[in-house]
């Protein structure tokens, strides 16, 4: 019985050991498995802080040419919608350049400038999460020189085309009419257009005419005293021409250019009959000075006076002397104011050529 019994407890104890170092392994597993777990747990919070930063995206580009060449050193703005968020970069040697770190779903823009070519500017470009986008179509156009010219003239040139412009003016086309100033504010002529203008009518074709058919209707009157036959028209002809050519150059050119007077008719064609008759009639005796201001007419009057004068030195004995002088005086400045009225009425009507400056 004590032998049994003996075998029983050992064999209870031989269970107990085991139960007991069943549970130690057991402990030892269970105590492995809560560490496991939070390592775990901590790598899956890792990877989720570092993912904004896998979010972000590039955007590349190469600047070239419409010729396709590349761009060297051109200057890229990055901006968007935040005042704050505008990055610049510059192109490298090859045209290419890069910007990293761009948030997904922000609306950017890109410029790019360089010198000799006009701005070019990007539409919208809109990033996806993490996309890296190569920006295409890049292409600078040639920028196009601008060149303004100020065009202006010298009051010398623009009087030497109102002049260009006088020496076209014939009534019907025919007899010149090149003393008569027809724009509203006519630049003052310079002493060297005063002689220009004055042989250009004392040497016209039309004036030679002119001074025959003169001559002519003399030497039907039998006046001056030269007699009749050719002899006597080639007499009247010569005296004529001279007393017309020295008229012309004293009255034209040498008086208006010491005495600084302008010596066209200068046509007013506004305001009532009366006043442009008033005009016309006192044009023999009030000019126009180089500066714009009215002074007495000494050119067309000293000119009148002179060339009767000195047609004393070539005219018959008979003819000469005081009464001479002031009855030519007098038929010249009356012909004057018979132009001027003619020129502010009439003349200019009857025009052919342009009247206008060029």
């Known amino acids: 019985m004590k032998l049994n019994a003996q075998r029983s407890y050992i064999c209870l104890l031989a269970i107990l050991a085991g139960m007991v170092a069943l549970s130690a392994t057991m402990l030892g597993q269970n105590g492995d498995s809560p560490d496991l777990n939070l390592g775990n747990i901590s790598t899956v919070q890792s990877q989720n802080a570092a993912s904004p930063e896998l979010n972000l995206g590039t955007i590349v580009g190469t600047v070239v040419d419409v010729n396709g060449d590349t761009v060297p050193n051109a200057s890229i703005v990055l901006a968007s919608s935040d005042a704050n968020d505008r990055r610049t970069a510059a192109a490298n040697g ?46 600078l156009q ?39 100033a027809y724009e509203p504010d006519p630049v003052p002529l310079t002493a060297k257009l005063k002689f220009q203008l004055a042989l250009r009518l004392a040497s016209d074709p039309i004036t030679g005419l002119g001074v025959a058919f003169l001559s002519a209707v003399q030497q039907a009157g039998d006046t001056p005293d030269y007699g009749q036959g050719a002899e006597g028209f080639g007499k009247r002809y ?25 010596p066209r008719y200068f046509y007013q064609g506004t305001g009532t009959k009366k006043s442009r008759f008033r005009h016309a009639l006192a044009h023999p ?22 060339s009767s004068a000195i047609s004393n030195l070539y ?34 009507s009857i025009h052919l050529p342009s009247r206008s400056s060029k």
């Open 238 to 262: 010569g005296a004529n021409a001279a007393d017309g050519f020295s008229d012309i150059i004293i009255g034209g050119a040498i008086l208006p250019s010491l005495l600084h007077q302008d």
């Open 94 to 139: 090859n045209g290419y350049f890069e910007f990293h770190d761009l948030k997904p779903g922000v609306p950017y823009h890109l410029s790019i400038n360089a010198e000799g070519f006009s701005e070019w500017s990007s539409p919208v470009i809109t990033l996806d999460p993490g996309q890296f986008k190569i920006l295409t179509g890049i292409q």
């Open 142 to 180: 040639i920028q196009l020189a601008r060149t303004t010219i100020n065009v202006t003239q010298t009051p010398e040139e623009v009087a030497t085309e109102q002049v260009k412009v006088e020496e076209t003016q014939r009534v019907m086309g025919i007899i010149p009419n090149f003393y008569v």
């Open 315 to 348: 005219y018959p004995q008979t003819n000469r002397g005081t009464t001479l002088v002031f009855t030519n005086f007098a038929i010249n400045t009356a012909e004057r104011v018979a132009t001027s009225l003619a020129q502010e009425f009439v003349l200019r």
């Open 285 to 306: 005796f009030i000019c126009r000075g180089d500066k714009g201001n009215w002074m007495p007419n000494y050119s067309s009057l000293g000119g009148d006076l002179a």
